[in-house]
């Protein structure tokens, strides 16, 4: 066992990885990536990493010709050096919203680390031995039934920021998975033209009204609220899976994903300032800085009950007919005392994230309330009295 500070990126980087080429095709890149079932490919030339290309990247671009080359679609990744801690590393997927990134020393690319690669060193965590999958996972998840369509889960995964969804039977009880490769192994299959013929009149997939049963993963893997982190991350790396769902009495509990982990991991730094994501916005930059404002007045009032690590905060915007926009903001709080979480709608997005932080707060000073409670009703506490 070693401690988190411990590990840095050479420790757990992957020195031989696969490569695409800026003049390869999109349809070259989904065949490399069902091939060896990665979700991310480096673009190289002349032996430097040039950019990216990412599966949930072509599931976006709905109306993408297989025949475009990588050059025109692929982002520029940033780096790491060698002898970054695993600390640092998770911060840089976290705040650029890559799943794996370069690993260099001296300019020159010595690997690649993804969020599977670090997820797999967690059994190895001595300072995580101890945590619950209910400390962290995401409780009462939004799910999909099976008879729903494949069109409703693209939707449903781009507006909830998730890569993978539970599918329920008719009954509500777990019966599967549904997640962007799943989606993307279908939408590159070759169409036929009498397919074609069928669909001519939609702008999407031929087979974005297929039911979700039809190609959802089963059986789902799933874990319980009371079993380790070390015991949901060592089923991740199994099974190779970001998602498992915590359930209990045939009842779903919650999910734990990658990213939970690598926000745990980031909660490590040693620091008097909380890393704040915000994702999903379409607004101007300068709501960015109102936001912030608004979100560091409540973490310095919650500060004083305990410690805030990581907040996550993803903005869906809903458009009308009369070009009005309605907001919805979930927060996602990591503390030293477990995870918070907040859902808000509103036509004002400043007053749903007022509401959701106000949210956030009032739970955690319940919860500190129920704990004080809890010690007051302690035996100990009343013979020292």
């Known amino acids: 066992m070693a401690q988190v500070e411990d590990f840095q990126a050479k420790d757990v ?15 070259d890149a989904i065949g490399l990536m069902r091939k060896h079932d990665v979700a991310e490919i480096p673009v190289v030339e002349n032996g430097e990493v040039v950019g990216i290309v990412a599966e949930d990247m072509f599931v976006k671009k ?21 002898d970054d801690t695993i600390i640092d590393v998770c911060e840089l997927l976290l705040s650029s919203g890559y799943r794996g990134i370069p690993v260099k020393s001296n300019d020159d690319i010595v690997g690649f680390i993804s969020r599977s690669d670090i997820i797999e060193i967690i059994p190895e965590i001595d300072d995580l031995r101890k945590s619950a999958v209910g400390e962290y996972m995401t409780p009462s998840p939004t799910t999909i039934r099976e008879h729903d369509t494949i069109m409703k889960a693209k939707n449903m995964m781009e507006n909830l920021d998730e890569k993978v969804v539970p599918v329920t039977d008719e009954h ?83 999910i734990l994903t990658q990213i939970d982990l690598i926000e745990t991991i980031a909660s490590f730094r040693e620091s008097d300032q909380v ?16 936001m912030y404002q608004m979100v560091q007045k409540y973490l310095q009032k919650i500060n004083r009950v305990l410690k805030p690590l990581v907040l996550n905060i993803h903005v869906v915007t809903h458009h009308t007919s009369g070009h009005e926009k309605k907001y919805s903001i979930r927060l996602r709080l990591n503390t030293d005392h477990g995870m918070f979480y907040a859902k808000k709608f509103d036509w004002n997005i400043m007053r749903a994230l007022d509401d959701g932080m106000n949210s956030l707060q009032k739970k955690i000073f319940q919860d500190k309330e129920k704990k004080l409670d809890r010690y007051r009703k302690h035996p100990k506490y009343r013979e020292s009295q």
């Not at 962007?180 to 070759?190: A, L, N, Q, V």
């Not at 890393?275 to 109102?290: A, F, H, K, N, S």
Request: charged fraction near 30%.
């Open 275 to 290: 890393y704040v994501q915000i994702t999903g916005l379409e607004e101007d930059p300068d709501v960015y800085d109102q």
């Open 62 to 82: 709905r109306h993408l010709p297989f025949s475009t080359k990588l050059a025109h679609v692929m982002t520029k990744p940033p780096n790491v050096e060698q």
């Open 13 to 27: 980087m992957t020195k031989k990885f696969i490569t695409a080429k800026p003049d390869d095709k999109v349809s």
């Open 172 to 254: 509500g009880r777990l019966s599967g998975m549904i997640g962007i490769k799943d989606i993307i192994k279908e939408s590159s299959r070759p169409v036929s033209r009498h397919e074609k013929g069928e669909k001519s009149g939609e702008k999407d997939s031929p087979y974005s009204d297929m039911e979700i049963r039809s190609m959802m993963v089963t059986p789902p893997i799933t874990t319980t609220p009371g079993n380790t982190i070390h015991d949901a991350a060592q089923k991740m790396t199994d099974h190779n899976i970001s998602t498992v769902v915590a359930v209990e009495d045939e009842s779903i509990k919650g």
